[in-house]
């Protein structure tokens, strides 16, 4: 049994998971944060062939794969209070109602207990679908497919190209979001395919991120209707790809293409209408933008690979080593000295952090101290400073919050006290003045008292 | 004991007897006092009471388990969160160092006492004690009295009246140990400052008495004694570790001290008792952390000095003119008042600049509100929310003094006849504290001690007039020869004269001072004195008159006596009257005062009910939270909190942050959401509530909920009293505001209490609660207590993930079967 990951990270608000975390063994631990088995959902198991390349490069990164029927009557989660996976892969868009005993509340509690989830829907997406992705933060065109189920993310600027001219759902879209952390080190080159329903984010969420955005000009409306009134949902506000890092640190991916995961996609070439901002080759590009250019591959390979590493907690996951505060009397002033070491899991063993960013508070109410922690490039972060001239219970706060990090909070309480009786200094140089008088005024007294007695 | 004012064979032997008896009455006066206060350990179990002594008692082990430094030292990082507590700088440590010494040397002994234990039976023990210092003041003023029955040719017939005036005087003091409004603070497991304060107070006093020799005019008559001005200083030091109310000390004894100067009485004995008492004492009480530069800075203690520049230029006038021609001294006089007047015109000019400066012109919240009884009220509703610091009501008079009450007047009667220094003290010691009892009722405390030694006055000498009459009359009764008679009352004045012989030739040359000493005992007194005896169990009442006979001077003068049938019959009522008190007193100590208030107990037609579940709670809290988690709750249930529980709590009933208890206050009477983000930013885990409405404990926090509004609006002025009130009225049924049906202290309160009847009827408001179906979205309850009195919520954590901004579906379908969204936004009050 592994310590649980959230014991480490101190905030309060993660207490209510720790009891649920505590009680499984599983791979989502301190140790190796890494899930281990996936659970597959799918409406037919046609999929599983279907989208088999994807399913393929997940099983050689080492993980268990467990396919099973949205409404399959055994379908369950966890059992005698442990979950049997450590993530889910929701690729059943048209589930009107899982099979067992889960349910909307299953899928939350499980992403809740720092379980993580891939959510693939697409324009048959069930009300209990986007009821997941909406408790996610993340909105699916609603209002429209409400009327008209079938809406679609339009774009008559950067759609594949295909041999046939089609109505410009299918997507090529290279709007990616800026983080070598969420997407790799390697730049993903190619454009994305992309056929499916857009969703909306809400600004003010701010665990919620849009990973592949659609371009400027693209909307979401029935391909095949006409369109009556504006569409609800246009432009760079369509996400068409977005993750949610929740408090817990759970991760979860949602998109509105299933199609995207298949094999036709992951293989096939892109060829991007228009004039695109990226290109494979600057030389192409040279010649002239209205040429159609053509790819290789798409890039929903490199894409749907990177990103799964990270939902899957291959990278981006920190954690803090020893954490050492500690108080000490220095020439009369009290001295804090703070050290904490981070770590970032590199997918098969834990590196040492190293940025120059970390910084630390010394909080009561509010930050009396902030300092830049100078790190030693081993994952060692420290710094010492002089208290503030305010006793009281302080704490040291790391608030660590980085794009496609987990989060690190660590608070450590330690009380300033007042000096003790017998730290002050002894003697005070401008005292001197007292200690005269009074030494001076018992000597008189000794000498009166002996004059006195003995003079008479 | 008895006064050793003479040395004959016959005597002697008389005064060993009476000595003894004394020593074993004094003995069992102290059995008495201490048994008395037995009745809470025995009727509910050895428990630390109330709120403060749970501090105390935490405090205390603390300094046992660590020992003094670490205890001077202590910052408590566990209460007051996050701001913390220096405790060894704010508390008086007299109480907690007294028991700690206590359990130091029992354990030394191999007497293996817990602290608790220690820690419940330190104020019993030391309402012994005070009974034994109160019996030594008595005997101060009451001197001349005990003089006559200890003079010289006692007969059997005196001796036996002299036992009943001991043991009449006895048994009031022990009475006065008795008292209930002293009872009500000193009962076993009531572990506060004022168990030991009391003794020191009075102790205080009696050495003030003695160490000024008021009443020793035997002895170093007009030198004093620098051994007991000593003593008193060091007493006076005990006071100001022990009790906030040494300030009652240092401006009583200088009011006496002017009281003396003013009426002629300055004396070399004088200055001497009080010189080294402001010296001294100030010295010794700034070295009291908590007191500190306060000894000198605040107007509290202003008067001491006044008096003490007052003092010494009148012991200069006294020297000069001692030295000095008459008519000399008329320039010097003049000189001196000149320059006097300058000086002190300068030093109050500073005074008043210096004072002037400060705010609440430099006295302290609870000093002004002392003097200015609607302070407190006005300005700071922190004191005035405390309900001990509320004027008593004319019952509690009855209640706490009981026939004391009749008593006391005859006692300041009594006081006068002889007008003495120490009598003088005494009834300026009633006076002051009659006020200050009238102020705030925890003051009754100082008022009990001065009620009885005055009534301890008035009976004596009603006893010692009756047992004279009797005396006088039963040699007639059985016809023996009157020359035994008059022999007595040769012996008698033969002593007297020997007596005031002896004090003319020990005394050539203080004149004043004799004449003021003598007067009393040389002039013929006839003095008329009623008593009142209107004890509410006594059947009869009425007034009796009573003639009183004092000294007498010469053989010739007649002697004033009552009939026999008389006396017998006062001095028998009088003990029925004693003996009434005495049946009250038990009472009040047995039913009215022994309860802990940490477990609560009632009668009903089915037996009798036990409430435990404050100590449940704490409990719950001890076991089921982590170490460091931090519980809120109103600042009435803190120090219970840090020593029950050992949980870090944001206020207790040491109120010294307004801001902080205006914060949890302004919580409590937010909406759910911003109380939780206060809570939340005060790092704050668990919520405490007190409920009284399921088994009808009116103190609970729904009935203090008003000053939670009024002290948190005091800081944060978006909380408005008239928001909770409708029409001026303070309500929870259905009439009720919505502000207060809204707020953080009614949603813990009543979440669920309909379940219970199903009506939600509240049994200490008598009236059905106004909201009674709700849900609570930013709290879960964790734990209620059996009876419901105590609730536990805890904080919940912000959710895990943001929800996004699609509306529910409209489809019923779909809603029905997400039983999880249902349950989500069921609210049917939003």
């Avoid at chain 2, 001991?166 to 009872?183: G, H």
């Avoid at chain 2, 009933?653 to 959401?673: D, F, L, Q, R, Y």
């Avoid at chain 2, 409920?691 to 000053?707: A, E, H, Q, R, T």
Wanted: with cysteine.
């Amino acid at each position: 049994m592994a310590k649980p990951f959230a014991a480490l990270a101190i905030p309060l608000f993660l207490l209510s998971v720790v009891s649920l975390l505590s009680l499984r063994c599983g791979a989502f631990s301190a140790d190796r944060p890494t899930d281990r088995r996936l659970l597959v959902l799918v409406d037919d198991l046609a999929i599983r062939s279907s989208h088999s390349l994807y399913f393929s490069t997940l099983q050689s990164r080492g993980y268990d794969l467990d396919f099973k029927l949205a409404d399959d009557p055994s379908l369950a989660l966890s059992q005698y209070g442990q979950y049997l996976y450590d993530g889910l892969l929701l690729f059943s868009p048209s589930v009107q109602r899982f099979g067992g005993s889960l349910d909307l509340a299953g899928i939350l509690d499980f992403v809740d207990a720092g379980h993580d989830l891939i959510l693939a829907a697409d324009s048959s997406a069930s009300d209990l679908i986007r009821e997941i992705s909406t408790e996610c933060g993340v909105d699916f065109d609603e209002a429209i497919s409400f009327q008209d189920p079938a809406a679609l993310v339009i774009d008559h600027t950067s759609y594949a190209v295909s041999e046939t001219e089609g109505d410009h759902t299918l997507i090529a879209s290279d709007i990616f979001i800026e983080s070598t952390t969420i997407l790799g080190d390697e730049k993903i080159e190619a454009p994305v395919l992309f056929r499916g329903i857009g969703h909306s984010l809400n600004a003010a969420n701010s665990l919620v991120l849009k990973v592949l955005s659609a371009s400027p000009a693209a909307y979401s409306a029935n391909p095949a209707t006409k369109l009556s009134s504006p569409p609800s949902l246009t432009g760079s506000a369509i996400s068409l790809v977005s993750i949610v890092q929740a408090r817990n640190n759970a991760r979860v991916l949602i998109t509105g293409s299933l199609d995207m995961f298949s094999n036709r996609f992951l293989k096939s070439g892109v060829q991007k209408a228009g004039s695109s901002i990226k290109t494979q080759s600057p030389l192409l590009f040279s010649f002239g933008t209205a040429l159609v250019l053509r790819s290789e591959k798409s890039g929903n390979q490199q894409f749907l690979t990177e990103i799964s590493k990270w939902v899957f907690h291959e990278r981006g996951h920190l954690k803090e080593g020893e954490c050492m505060a500690q108080v000490f009397l220095s020439m009369n002033f009290l001295v804090k000295e703070y050290s904490v070491e981070i770590y970032e899991w590199s997918g098969s063993s834990w590196k040492p952090y190293v940025v120059d960013d970390v910084q630390v508070q010394f909080y009561m109410m509010s930050p009396y101290v902030l300092k830049t922690l100078s790190t030693d490039k081993k994952g060692l972060y420290s710094t010492s400073f002089k208290v503030p001239d305010v006793y009281g219970v302080f704490q040291f706060k790391v608030e660590y919050e980085r794009l496609g990090y987990t989060s690190l909070s660590l608070s450590k309480q330690i009380p300033v006290r007042p000096f003790r009786h017998n730290e002050y200094e002894r003697f005070i140089t401008t005292a001197f003045p007292y200690y005269g008088a009074s030494f001076s005024t018992m000597a008189a007294f000794f000498i009166f008292t002996v004059v006195y007695l003995y003079n008479k | 004991m008895v006064d050793p004012s003479e040395a004959k064979g016959e005597g002697s032997l008389r005064k060993a007897f009476g000595g003894v008896l004394g020593f074993f009455i004094l003995l069992l006066i102290g059995t008495l006092a201490f048994s008395i206060r037995l009745f809470s350990v025995i009727k509910y179990e050895s428990v630390i009471h109330e709120f403060d002594p749970y501090f105390n008692y935490r405090v205390t082990q603390f300094l046992t388990k660590n020992g003094i430094y670490d205890f001077w030292n202590w910052f408590d990082d566990r209460t007051w969160y996050p701001l913390g507590r220096v405790i060894g700088g704010t508390v008086y440590p007299g109480l907690t160092l007294t028991a700690g010494s206590i359990w130091w040397l029992l354990n030394n002994l191999n007497i293996p006492l817990s602290v608790e234990t220690v820690c419940v039976f330190t104020a019993p023990i030391f309402s012994a004690n005070a009974a034994w210092a109160t019996y030594l003041l008595t005997k101060a003023p009451a001197h001349l009295f005990e003089v006559k029955g200890t003079g010289a040719g006692l007969t059997a017939a005196v001796l036996l009246a002299m036992v009943i005036l001991f043991l009449l005087v006895f048994l009031l003091i022990s009475d006065n140990q008795n008292v209930p409004s002293y009872i009500s603070r000193s009962v076993a497991g009531s572990y506060d400052n004022e168990a030991v304060a009391i003794f020191a107070l009075i102790f205080t006093f009696y050495l003030y008495i003695k160490s000024s020799d008021l009443k020793n005019y035997t002895q170093t008559l007009n030198t004093g004694s620098l051994f007991y001005a000593t003593l008193n200083a060091l007493s006076y030091f005990y006071m100001v570790c022990s009790w906030g109310g040494y300030t009652f000390i240092i401006n009583l004894i200088p009011m006496h001290v002017l009281l003396c100067i003013v009426t002629g009485r300055y004396s070399s004995r004088l200055y001497i008792a009080y010189a080294p008492l402001v010296v001294f004492g100030t010295l010794l009480a700034s070295l009291v952390p908590v007191v500190g530069f306060n000894a000198v800075m605040t107007s509290e203690h202003f008067a001491s000095f006044l008096v003490f520049i007052i003092i010494h230029v009148v012991a200069l006038v006294y020297y000069i003119k001692g030295i000095l021609s008459p008519k000399m001294f008329k320039v010097a006089m003049t000189l001196i008042v000149t320059i006097g007047i300058a000086v002190c015109g300068a030093v109050l000019a500073i005074l008043i600049a210096l004072v002037a400066s400060s705010p609440t012109k430099g006295w302290s919240g609870r000093s002004l509100s002392l003097l200015d009884p609607t302070y407190a009220s006005k300005y700071i509703p922190i004191i005035a929310s405390v309900s001990e610091h509320q004027p008593p009501t004319w019952p509690s008079y009855f209640m706490d003094i009981n026939v004391l009450a009749f008593l006391v007047p005859a006692g300041i009667v009594a006081c006068f006849l002889p007008l003495s220094d120490a009598s003088s003290f005494v009834i300026l010691y009633i006076t002051t504290s009659v006020y200050f009892s009238g102020v705030m009722v925890r003051l009754m405390l100082v008022l009990a001690p001065a009620a009885c030694i005055m009534s301890g006055i008035a009976l004596s000498e009603a006893f010692d007039v009756f047992t004279r009459s009797i005396k006088f009359q039963l040699p007639k009764l059985f016809e023996t020869p009157p020359s035994d008679v008059w022999q007595l009352i040769g012996d008698t004045n033969n002593g007297t004269q020997d007596e005031l012989a002896k004090v003319d030739s020990k005394i050539p040359t203080e004149k004043s001072e004799t004449t003021v000493k003598e007067r009393p005992s040389k002039k013929n007194r006839k003095k008329e004195k009623e008593i009142l005896e209107k004890g509410k169990e006594i059947k009869e009442k009425g007034k009796e008159n009573v003639e009183k006979v004092s000294d007498k001077r010469q053989n010739a003068k007649k002697l004033l006596v009552l009939p026999l049938e008389a006396s017998a019959v006062a001095i028998l009522l009088l003990i029925i009257l004693g003996a009434f008190y005495v049946v009250h007193c038990v009472w009040a100590a047995a039913e009215a005062y022994s309860a802990p208030s940490i477990v609560l107990t009632s009668h009903s037609h089915d037996g009798l009910h036990v409430f435990d579940d404050f100590r449940e709670a704490y409990a719950w809290l001890k076991h089921n939270t982590d170490v460091d988690d931090k519980v809120a709750s109103w600042w009435d249930y803190g120090y219970q909190t840090t020593a029950m529980a050992n949980r870090t709590v944001i206020v207790d009933n040491n109120t010294w942050n307004n801001t902080h208890i205006a914060t949890v206050g302004t919580a409590m009477s937010s909406p759910e959401k911003p109380a939780w983000e206060i809570f939340n930013s005060l790092d704050v885990k668990y919520v405490l509530v007190v409920f009284g409405g399921f088994v009808g404990y009116p103190s609970d926090d729904i009935n203090k909920f008003l000053w939670m509004v009024r002290i948190g609006g005091g800081v944060f002025p978006h909380i408005r009293e008239p928001d909770y009130l409708r029409d001026g009225q303070y309500r929870i049924d259905a009439q009720a505001t919505p502000t207060m049906l809204n707020c953080l202290m009614y949603k813990l309160s009543y979440y669920r209490f309909v379940e219970t009847d199903g009506k939600g009827f509240d049994r200490v408001r008598r009236t059905e609660i106004g909201k009674k179906h709700f849900k609570l979205t930013h709290f879960e309850e964790v734990f209620t207590t059996h009876h419901w009195m105590v609730r536990i919520y805890k904080l919940k954590p912000p959710k895990n993930m943001t929800r996004g901004k699609s509306k529910k579906k409209i489809n019923p379908k779909t809603r029905t079967k997400i039983s999880y969204q249902k349950n989500r936004n069921k609210n049917p009050w939003q």
